[in-house]
């Protein structure tokens, strides 16, 4: 099986427990030129079939719409089986869940780490359980799962 790992190295804050790539973004032409970038990257292997997506990071999800349309569009003529994207709760938006399922996106990676808020604040992490539900609710109602 060929899959395809695409890396979103921006965050909208750092976790304490991080050992990923990534940074905050300096500005928003930032995003856009490594979207470019990677399209430039993706040209030359644009031929091959994946069977597997999965768009990590960093955060894929704090993009806004346009620069998700934008990352998203590059990939389009591919059908692979499995395509994933991870996303943070505090940064998804029903519009966003919309996009994916467009882009035929049929699995999300969602960063949950605990239920204990107590510890999401030692972590750094920005969501709430509120934001976790809330996600959940607008997938499962989408994907009908
Ligand atoms: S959101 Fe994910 S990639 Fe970003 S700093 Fe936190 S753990 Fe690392």
């Known amino acids: 099986m060929l899959g395809l790992y695409v890396h979103i190295p921006f965050c909208e804050h750092i976790c304490t427990y991080c050992d990923f790539v990534k940074r905050v973004k300096k500005d928003d032409e930032m995003i856009i030129n490594y979207i470019k970038a990677l399209k430039r990257d993706y040209e030359e292997i644009k031929d091959l079939k994946f069977d597997t997506i999965y768009i990590g990071g960093g955060t894929p999800s704090m993009l806004n719409l346009k620069e998700l349309e934008m990352l998203l569009e590059i990939f389009k003529d591919q059908k692979p089986l499995e395509y994933t994207i991870e996303v943070n709760p505090e940064s998804y938006t029903p519009k966003k869940g919309l996009l994916f399922k467009q882009y035929n996106i ?33 997938l499962i109602s989408m994907f009908s799962i």
């Not at 960063?111 to 709430?128: A, D, M, P, S, Y």
Request: no cysteine; hydrophobic share 30%; charged share 25%.
């Open 106 to 138: 049929n699995r999300v990676s969602l960063g949950v780490q605990t239920f204990n808020e107590n510890i999401l604040k030692t972590l750094n992490r920005k969501h709430t359980n509120k934001d976790v539900f809330n996600t959940l609710r607008h």
